[in-house]
C-alpha cells in the first residue's frame, strides 16, 4: 500500500503547460474512472486548479503507478510527454502526504496563507466521493489534511495580514472603526480596484456606500450592482461629512481632495476619524491631508509597502506552520500504520494454523498408521476447521479496517498478541 | 460567661480570675489574639494567588505575543481562580486582623492588585480587549510579591481603633482605590491608542499591532474609564471630607496626598471636559491620560513620602 502523488504547479511548470493539463469539472469525473482500475490505481484524487494539477493516488503496485499516471495526464498519449514530463513533481508516501499537507495549508500557494486552495482541494474531494474513487485511505488522508489546515489557520498568523491592495482596506478600516457595520464608505472614481475594494468593504458590513463620479452613468451602473448610491460630484465636500471611509481612484491630475475639504469635512464630522484611500497615479488626495489629527491617508505606496511586510510575517509564521505539518505527518502515518491490517491478518492466520500444526503433531502418534488419503483429510480438516472459526473473526477485523475504528482493531492484536 | 472563655481569661492573666474583676481590666487586643496558624494560612493563601496570577500573566503576555487561543483560556482562567482566591485572601485578612484590609502598606498593594483583577475583568467582558491583560496582569503579580514580602505590621492598636471606627474609611478607601484602577486602564488604553495612531500616521506596523483592539475600541474604554474614575473619585474625596469634618471639623487639611488629589480631579475633569466637547480628541486625549496617571501614581505613593495628615497608603 502506497500513495503516490504527481503534478504541477506554479513554481514547476509555466503557464502553458498547467492550462494543457488542467481538468474541467467533466473531464474530472470521467477521467478519475478511468485512472482507478482497482488494480494498480486503487483509488485517486484529482486536484486541478489554475495553480496546480495534481493527483494522488494510492496502489498497491508502486512500481508502475508513476508510469501510470503520466500516461493518464499525456491524457493517453494525446500530449506527448516530453512537453510536461520535465516539469512533473512526483512524491511518494511520507512525501505525498507532506506535499498534500502542505497544499490545504496553503503553504505551497503562490501567496502564502490565501484559503483559497482549501476549498478547491474539498472540490476535488467530493467529486472523487462521486465517482466512488475515494476509499479508505484517501478519506482518512484528506480529512486529516483538513484538520492541518484548521489547525495552522488557528494556530498561526499565516493568513493573519491582508496581501491586496483590495482587502486592505477593509483591515485598516477594522483596525480604525473596530466593526464597519453602520459605516458609511465614499468611491470618489468608479475605477476597477475602487470597485474590487468597496466589494469587499460590503462583505465586511459597511452599510452605506457612496459612488461620486465625473460622468454619472459608470456610478450608478456600480451603485445598482453594489445597491450602493450614487451621488454629484459636484458635493464631494458635503459627502466627505459623511463619509468614514473614502476609497479614490480617479484619472484626474489634480488633487480631487485637498487640505481644506479634508479639514472642513473633519470639523463638521465632530473630529470623528476618517480613512482615506488613495489608489490613484497622480496622487487625488493632497499629501498634507495626512498630517491632519484624526484623519489617516494611505497611498498606493503605502499600501504596498505595508503589504509587502505583510507577505514577509507571513512567511515567519509559515515556519511555524511547517512544524505543525511535520508532527501532522506523523501522527498521519502512525494512524496507517494502525489501519493496516494485511500483516495483522497475515500473522493471525499464521498463527492458528501453527497452533493446528503443533496439535496435530503432538496428537500424531495415538493415531496410528494413516494411508495417505486419510493425512490428507486430517490436515483439510484442521485447515477448514481453523479457517471456518477465523472467518467471522477476519471479516469483523475487515470491517474495523474500513471504519478507520484502530482501537478494535488494536484489540485483536492484543488478544492475540500480534505485533503490529 | 462559658467554661471555654474562663479558661482563656486564665491563660491570659496567667492566673485565676473572677467575672468581676475581669470586666474591670482591659480588653485584651485583637492583635494578640492572632495565632500562628492563621498567619500561615493567610500566608499560603497570598502565594497561591500570587501562583494564579503568574500563571495568567505568563499566558496573556505569551497569548498577546503568539495569539494563540488555547493559550489565552488558560490565562482567562488561572486569572480568574486568583480572583476569587484574592477575594477570600482579602476577606480572611479582615476577618483575623478585624479591620478593613486597607491599612498598611502591604494591604493597600494586595487591594489594589484586586481592584486592578476586578476593572480587567470588566473591560474584558465589555469590550473584549483581552491585549490589556498581558499589562495589567504583570503588575498585579508583582503587587502581591511585594504584599508577600513586606512583613505583617506590628499592631498599632491606637491608630487602628481611630481608623477602624467610622463606616467612611472602608468606603472613603475603596471607592478611591477603584478610581486609581479606572485610571490605570485609562492609562493602558492611552498608551495603546498613541502607539496605534503613530504607526497608522506612519504607515509602518510591528508586530504587535495586529495585536491590539482598534482605535475606536481604545477611545471608548478611555472615555468610559475616565468618566467612571472620575466619579469614584468625587464621591471618594467627598466621603474623606466628611470623614474629617467628623473627626476634627476641618474639611481640608492641606495635606500633600489632598493636595495631588485635587490636582488629579481637576485634571481628569478637564479630560472628560475636553473630549466631550468634541467627540472624538485621540492624540491630545491619550496624552493627558498618560499624565492624569503620573499624577495618580504621585498621589498615591509620592504624597506618602511627604507625610502629612493621611499617613497610611
Known sequence: MSIVLVGVNHKSAPIEVRERLAFTDEACSTGLRTLVDGEIVREGLIVSTCNRVEVLVETGRLADTTDRITQFLSRSDYLPRAFFETHLYQHTDHEAVRHLFRVTSSLDSMVVGEPQVLGQVRRAYSMALEAGTAGRILNRLVHHAFRVAKRVRSETGIGANAVSISYMAVELGKKIFNSLAGRTALLVGAGEMAELSARHLVNAGVSRVLLANRTEAPAERLARELGGEAVKFDLLPSHLVEADIVICSTAADHYVITEQMARQALSKRRNRPSFFIDISVPRNIDPAVGKIPNVFVFDIDDLESVISSNIREREREAERAELIVESEIMQFQQALRVLDIGPTIGALRNKLHDIARLEMARQRNRLGPLTAEQEKAVEALLVSTVNKISHPLLSHMRRSSDASDAETIQAWRDIFGLEE | ?313
Open chain 2, 1 to 313: 460567661m462559658s467554661v471555654a472563655s474562663a479558661r482563656y481569661r486564665e491563660r491570659f492573666c496567667k492566673r485565676r480570675v473572677s467575672d468581676s474583676e475581669w470586666a474591670t481590666l482591659p480588653r485584651p487586643r485583637s492583635s494578640t489574639r492572632i495565632t500562628s496558624s492563621a498567619l500561615i494560612t493567610m500566608r499560603s493563601l497570598l502565594l497561591a494567588v500570587l501562583a494564579a496570577y503568574v500563571v495568567a500573566a505568563i499566558h496573556a503576555v505569551l497569548a498577546f505575543l503568539n495569539k494563540r487561543r488555547t493559550l489565552q483560556r488558560v490565562s482567562d482562567w488561572s486569572a480568574a481562580a486568583g480572583f476569587l482566591l484574592h477575594t477570600a485572601a482579602l476577606i480572611a485578612d479582615w476577618a483575623i486582623y478585624g479591620h478593613y484590609p486597607l491599612f498598611y502598606l502591604r494591604e493597600t498593594l494586595s487591594f489594589l492588585a484586586w481592584t486592578l483583577v476586578a476593572s480587567y475583568a470588566l473591560v474584558v467582558y465589555r469590550y473584549r480587549a483581552r491585549p490589556l491583560g498581558s499589562f495589567t496582569l504583570p503588575l498585579v503579580s508583582l503587587l502581591i510579591f511585594l504584599a508577600i514580602i513586606i512583613r505583617p505590621p506590628i499592631q498599632d492598636s491606637a491608630e487602628k481603633s481611630v481608623l477602624s471606627a467610622s463606616w467612611l474609611f472602608p468606603v472613603h478607601t475603596t471607592l478611591l482605590f477603584f478610581a486609581y484602577a479606572a485610571f490605570f486602564v485609562v492609562f493602558l488604553a492611552s498608551i495603546m491608542y498613541l502607539l496605534q495612531e503613530r504607526e497608522l500616521k506612519l504607515k509602518t506596523f510591528s508586530a504587535i499591532f495586529h495585536r491590539l483592539p482598534s482605535l475606536t475600541t481604545v477611545n471608548e474604554i478611555a472615555t468610559s474609564s475616565a468618566a467612571i474614575g472620575l466619579t469614584l473619585l468625587t464621591v471618594g474625596i467627598a466621603t474623606g471630607m466628611v470623614w474629617a469634618s467628623s473627626r476634627d471639623g476641618r474639611l481640608w487639611h492641606n495635606d500633600p496626598k489632598e493636595i495631588f488629589a485635587a490636582l488629579t480631579w481637576i485634571l481628569y475633569l478637564l479630560l472628560i471636559l475636553y473630549r466631550s466637547t468634541a467627540r472624538w480628541r485621540g492624540r491630545r486625549a491619550a496624552w493627558m491620560g498618560v499624565a492624569g496617571f503620573g499624577l495618580v501614581l504621585f498621589t498615591f505613593f509620592g504624597a506618602r513620602l511627604m507625610g502629612g495628615y493621611h499617613v497610611f497608603g
